[in-house]
């Protein structure tokens, strides 16, 4: 007998869509029957999306988002909800990271990655979080009324790694603010949950991984393999599903054991 999941009439808002891991959520969710939002700076970008998404029958919107603008980010929101309807789940993906050194990490860049990564993702969960739990209050016990946040946080919140030590405290600030929303939304309803994805081959490092020090780092991983988006649209779809009713507060590796 099949499982299958649907998203049929539901509205995902995914932050960071324009390329790599977000554009591959959003055609996840899509193709589960989600209408898709997609956001990001890069707008061009987001309509060859919107494009292929169409193509293969899904509901598309795109919308101008800079999350380090809390302006920008309450209009994105506004105007998400006014076109395509309440949003059922967001997919808070959007993440900056540069290489450097400890001591070599200059208050720009500091605030460059802190500015994405963390301010800008708990603002745009605010105030999504802020429209879910108007929706909850007086909705009916266990009903998806509530909604889904998936954090997009990183194995490197959890394991710190070489000349990425800021980027690394960032995305353990994304852990803790998964925790700490999901300790106070839970009870209406609204399942706060974050992904810890390992190293993912995508557009903008796949380069990396045909050079001398990209190999040398994938003989380093337990299967000696970095993995696909795709590998992540199981788990994507299972946190934005009304399955998903029991999962909440979790930080969830998806490493293929890097940080065991």
């Keep these: 007998m099949a499982y299958s999941m649907d998203l049929s009439g539901r509205v995902a808002f995914v932050t960071g869509a324009s390329s790599g891991l977000g554009a591959q959520f959003a055609k996840?969710?899509?193709r589960a029957g989600a209408a898709v939002v997609l956001a990001s700076r890069r707008v061009e970008k987001l309509k060859e999306l919107r494009?292929?998404?169409?193509?293969?029958?899904?509901?598309?919107?795109?919308l101008a988002l800079d999350v380090t603008d809390l302006g920008s980010i309450k209009a994105a929101v506004a105007h998400a909800e006014t076109e395509v309807g309440?949003?059922?789940?967001?997919?808070?993906?959007?993440?900056?990271s540069t290489t450097q050194r400890i001591q070599d990490v200059e208050e720009d860049v500091y605030d460059f990655i802190f500015d994405t990564?963390?301010?800008g993702a708990f603002f745009?969960?605010?105030?999504?979080?802020?429209?879910?739990?108007?929706?909850?209050?007086?909705?009916?016990?266990g009903t998806y009324t509530g909604g889904r946040i998936i954090n997009i946080a990183s194995m490197a919140g959890l394991k710190?790694?070489?000349?990425?030590?800021?980027?690394?405290?960032?995305?353990?600030?994304v852990v803790q603010m998964t925790k700490a929303m999901a300790l106070e939304w839970g009870r209406f309803g609204i399942n706060v949950n974050a992904?810890?994805?390992?190293?993912?081959?995508?557009?903008?490092n796949h380069h990396h991984w045909q050079t001398e020090q990209g190999q040398?780092?994938?003989?380093?991983?337990?299967?000696?393999?970095?993995?696909?988006?795709?590998?992540?649209?199981?788990?994507?779809?299972l946190l934005a599903s009304g399955q998903s009713h029991f999962i909440n507060g979790a930080v969830i590796a998806a490493d293929d054991g890097f940080g065991v």
């Design 117 to 119: 990564n963390v301010k």
């Design 216 to 237: 040398k780092l994938v003989q380093m991983l337990p299967r000696k393999r970095v993995g696909q988006p795709q590998d992540l649209d199981a788990l994507i779809v």
């Design 51 to 62: 494009a292929q998404i169409e193509g293969e029958g899904g509901d598309a919107h795109v």
């Design 86 to 96: 309440s949003i059922d789940i967001l997919v808070n993906n959007s993440g900056v």
């Design 28 to 30: 996840t969710l899509s």
């Design 124 to 141: 745009v969960a605010q105030e999504v979080g802020k429209r879910m739990l108007a929706r909850a209050r007086g909705a009916a016990p």
């Design 160 to 173: 710190v790694l070489p000349q990425i030590g800021a980027y690394c405290m960032s995305k353990a600030a």
């Design 195 to 204: 992904i810890c994805p390992g190293y993912i081959d995508t557009e903008i």
